[in-house]
């Protein structure tokens, strides 16, 4: 028989199975660049039949098996342990087909989330997923831990894009479900389970997704309120007598105030004296009209108190100016940055960041942390920026804060997922009876164990 | 011990737990009155703990249990068999709570669907979920089957307006996994498997549901067309011009046909001589442009020939005549009516409707078929009345629609779920692999097999 990366480079051949003192740096880690490990060997199959084969072999030998798409994840949740086997889907790429008239598309795992999104365009449709990594990330990846983003509060997450799937399960068998139909009840969703599962039930190997109708008008404005209530109110109205809103980004004073003033920013669009920002996008259907309905109802809400200073962009050049204030680059210029992705009942998202602020300035003085994030989602960012200690401290700040999301009842994972690096903390957000469901489905599923094990659950 | 009737009104008490012979006939079958049958006894629990308690008895007694909710399916996925306990939520009835920040609603699984609705409008919220039976469904219901409806195509399916459940597994545990929050990516999302999964994993109690922004303006049309190319053209031309497109709903002119000129029918929208006709409804945010730009656009479709006849619903009572139409109320006086609700690809629906009628014609020459349904959502209908057959008929009928089904990959149930009327036909619109995960699945979460057993799988 041979060892298993004997038998592997057997079965699949040399060009697809590479041991492990050859295998580059890249694959030894995430973008976390937390704990990189060599890997004992890295499979890159050319199709799903090769997953199924290493998949098989790896199933009989008891070989634990780390999938990888783009490695742009920030959980570790592609990183392997030592003596793992990775499987980078990144040669199974390509757009297989987009049906025009059901408004799908179905693309290989191993996709660019930014090649499926300008097939997308170029076919005249929207692919609604968009996140910061649209540009390394793959589609798998992004299926794998149901990534959110910018535009979730307008289309969902990346599991409402989703309408069929393809598997590979642990033990190699290859379930195809590559429906096209935006309704289908015939038994169990079972692409529900795959999604956002980190890797750890099955291998996505392709993805038929749903496409949506591209906006013809978009407009954004950079709005400063008095309140976190008036921040809520003008997210509702704007919802409703808008409808379309695709963004509704929130920055608290702390982080506009570090950004707008870091010598990396060329403009701020607003003064930095006001207690909340918002930066708000609203993609409509209606060139003729649109522009104006939203200026006036920003003129309102300035008169009636709710918004107390406000900037539309003039030019797209002038709207991205606003992405890069939200985009915080700036932050990760300081020598130790700490970063969360939770999320909170969105009545509870400030007094949670008074908070947590409060905790973290306590326990640590110096350290300056900035609150930010997607409020209409109900999604939280914080980056906790600190100089002068190890990387040893991120451990008890990761304590501070996952205690005050429990004390919540928030979840300490929003979009980023769970994989190593919030894996201690997963009971904060889930109770016993939620965790031995997750248990009884990965029993389920892979018994054995083998599918990246040490993530998630 | 006593038998299991016994002890459950031991543990329950005597208001809680029927005997079989003393359970009112409503609760022997669902909707589609098909096999009505006495259950060994009814339970109406008051509270989710004596789920519990009478999950927990029935789990270790073996005994087969069968949620009911609203019993408005179609599909036979309430109804009892002989020897079987029945579990119906309809006295956990209520909205728990209503938060208007997080634009969410909380209710007990047996609230009926309408005062769901009714209680999210006074709250200036909608609750999108919208079908014919919202008068008697209950929400429970809505989710254990993943209902569709009428609005599938601008909201999505039951399944997109969930947040949070509250489960009793088949042993009796009770999982409370109630989130607010529209990201949470903390492990898996184990909700995902009891929504549509019609009471075979576990009993859903309780929901948190997603609320959106109420549309401020409706305009609805009935709309004749020369050919499908010009249909598909037209949704996808009203989602990309207008967006918010709420409903589109087609009928074939076999459909319009006999139901335009059905004695029942007051008046006709349109002439009969056409061979497609859709129902058009537009939910915008602008009341004082969308009418405008909604007649617009037709007078645009029409001078190009895309649409070649449409009427504009001038009053909320057009509207409403509009739908009477399409809700086909002369279908229902025919002595034998067999109904269909299958989804196939939107590009194969005109060719599948072509050859499911030839099929039929061929096979019963004065059988009258029609075809009408939610194209934008993939979902046709089929109505087949025949005259002079006994109900033994329905099952050849089945075979020949299902295997012009199985042919288009299609899907066997759109909407209306498998239950115990589809289940010989799963294997039509799923392969091995899919079935075997939902085996796997079903294993994991009732191994004993004690949940709605001989349904769906």
């Known amino acids: 028989m041979g060892d298993i990366v004997d038998q592997l480079t057997q079965a699949l051949g040399a060009d697809v199975v590479t041991a492990g003192p050859d295998v580059d740096k890249r694959y030894h880690c995430d973008w976390s660049a ?34 990888q798409g783009g490695l742009t994840g920030l959980a570790g949740g592609a990183t392997p342990r030592r003596g793992d086997i990775v499987v980078s889907l990144e040669r199974m790429a390509g757009i ?38 649209r540009g390394s990330c793959q589609v798998g990846g992004n299926l794998s ?18 309408l069929g799937l393809e598997v590979v399960l642990a033990d190699g068998e290859i379930v195809t479900s590559l429906n096209k139909m935006l309704k289908n009840n015939a038994g169990y969703d079972i692409k529900q389970v795959f999604i956002g599962a980190e890797g750890t039930l099955g291998i996505i190997t392709r993805a038929t997704l ?66 909340y920002y918002a930066l708000v996008e609203f993609s409509g259907s209606d060139p003729d009209h649109d ?5 006036a109802l920003l003129a309102k809400a300035m008169a009636d108190g709710a918004v107390v200073d406000a900037v539309v962009a003039q030019s797209e050049q002038a709207a991205r100016d606003f992405w890069l204030i939200r985009e915080g680059h700036g932050i990760d210029t300081k020598p130790l940055v700490i970063n969360f992705d939770v999320s909170l009942p969105i009545a ?46 991120m451990h008890e700040v990761d304590a501070v804060v996952y205690q005050a999301v429990r004390a919540m009842k928030g979840s300490v994972s ?44």
């Open 34 to 67: 937390i704990d990189p490990v060599q890997p004992k060997a890295l499979i890159r199959p050319r199709s799903t039949a090769e997953v199924s084969t290493a998949l098989r072999l790896c199933h009989t030998a008891g070989q634990a098996v780390v999938p």
């Open 96 to 133: 297989e087909e987009i049906d025009k008239v059901a408004a799908t598309m179905t693309v290989a795992a191993g996709t660019v989330l930014e090649t499926a999104q300008r097939a997308a365009d170029e076919a005249g449709f929207l692919l609604a997923l968009d996140l910061g990594a």
């Open 145 to 162: 831990t149901n990534a959110g983003g910018n535009r979730v509060i307008r289309y969902g997450m990346a599991r409402e894009q989703v």
């Open 210 to 275: 749903r496409l949506h109708s591209r906006p013809l008008s978009r407009a954004t404005a950079f709005c400063a309120l008095a309140d976190y209530a008036s921040v809520v109110g003008l997210l509702r109205r704007m919802q409703s007598e808008l409808g379309g809103i695709s963004a509704f980004e929130v920055m608290w004073h702390d982080f506009y105030d570090f950004i707008a003033n870091h010598p990396t920013t060329k403009q701020k669009p607003l003064p930095d004296n006001y207690p």
């Open 291 to 295: 522009l104006n309905r939203f200026e």
């Open 348 to 393: 509870d998202i400030d007094s949670f960041a008074a908070e947590c602020r409060a905790a973290l300035s306590a326990k640590w003085p110096d350290s300056l942390n900035v609150f930010y994030g997607h409020i209409g989602d109900s999604n939280l960012h914080i980056s906790v920026m600190m100089e002068g200690y190890g990387s040893e401290v």
């Open 414 to 457: 929003a979009e980023h997922g769970v994989g190593t690096l919030k894996r201690a903390y997963l009971g904060h957000s889930r109770g016993a009876a939620e965790l031995s469901v997750m248990r009884r489905l990965k029993q389920a599923l892979d018994p054995k164990g083998i599918l990246n094990p040490g993530k998630l659950i």
